[in-house]
């Protein structure tokens, strides 16, 4: 599986939203096998799609985790295991720690291209911590300028 495949991300992303159904296993199936073949960014995605619904409280929780129980099943990728901390902390609304968010994010940088990963990390974090709300963010935009230095 490829880290990234950003010309195939940006076609796939661009209306995933509008495409991903949670309670239409065909669509969402398909869109997660669609995912796969693109690279781990485009499953990041999917799961961003997953446990960060577009309408809050409209998808139940247990729809949610077996969504992200399939999606984990067909992923192998050194990230897996962190972003998918990040994708239970946010369909139970448990945020985790800004320490936690960061060291999250700092393992993610290593990884160049993985913004939905990156994302996923970000709104991990306790939305009420405006401190370390702020700092989350200063340090995901460090993390893209590295990437963006660099061609990513």
Request: overall charge negative; aromatic content about 8%; some cysteine.
């Amino acid at each position: 599986m490829l880290d990234f495949d950003a010309d195939k991300e940006i076609s796939f992303a661009s209306d995933l939203f509008v495409r991903f159904s949670h309670d239409d296993r065909g669509v969402a199936s398909g869109l997660i096998d669609e995912a796969r073949s693109i690279s781990f960014n485009a499953c990041c995605c999917v799961l961003n799609e997953i446990c960060r619904p577009a309408i809050p409280g409209k998808v139940a929780p247990g729809r949610q985790l077996e969504l992200l129980d399939e999606w984990a099943k067909g992923i192998e990728h050194p990230l897996k295991e962190a972003v998918l901390r990040c994708a239970v902390a946010l369909i139970n609304a448990e945020p985790l720690s800004y320490e936690a968010c960061r060291r999250l994010m700092d393992d993610i940088a290593r990884y160049d291209g993985q913004r939905a990963a990156l994302g996923l990390a970000y709104f991990a974090g306790d939305p009420d911590d405006q401190e370390g709300d702020v700092r989350l963010q200063s340090h995901l935009e460090a993390v893209t300028k590295q990437w963006a230095d660099r061609g990513v």
